[in-house]
């Protein structure tokens, strides 16, 4: 069964950036798309961005755009969220996951298979 690790997390100053990673132990493609979630202690988890795998399609909540971009590596079945000009409320687990229907693309719904999550923390 495919799975997803994420990888790239860390502790940045605002400002910062950092380079989230998401590998699949199968080839991204079958996937059909990708997304990045995030949550927050005490909050709900949103929906950062997504990708659709087997094109150029990208999808981005308005909380990240202009900062923020989604983007993947075929060869090497990876999946990747570029995070420029972080601010303190980036702060968060951040989630990939799959989406194999291409519905609510920024919503949990539809999303069946999950990574375990990297810590991303971003100081004042």
């Known amino acids: 069964q495919v799975q997803l690790v994420e990888s790239g997390g860390g502790s940045v100053q605002a400002g910062g950036s950092l380079r989230l990673s998401c590998a699949a132990s199968g080839y991204i493609h079958k996937l059909l798309y990708m997304g990045w979630f995030r949550q927050a202690p005490g909050k709900e988890r949103e929906g950062v961005a997504a990708i659709r795998t087997g094109g150029v399609s990208t999808f981005y909540a308005d909380s990240v755009k202009g900062r923020f971009t989604i983007s993947q590596d075929f060869a090497k079945n990876t999946v990747y969220l570029q995070m420029n000009s972080l601010k303190p409320e980036d702060t968060a687990m951040y989630y990939c996951?799959?989406?194999?229907?291409?519905?609510?693309?920024?919503?949990?719904?539809?999303?069946?298979?999950w990574g375990q999550g990297t810590q991303v923390i971003v100081s004042s």
């Open positions: 996951a799959a989406n194999p229907s291409g519905l609510s693309l920024l919503d949990d719904t539809y999303y069946n298979l």
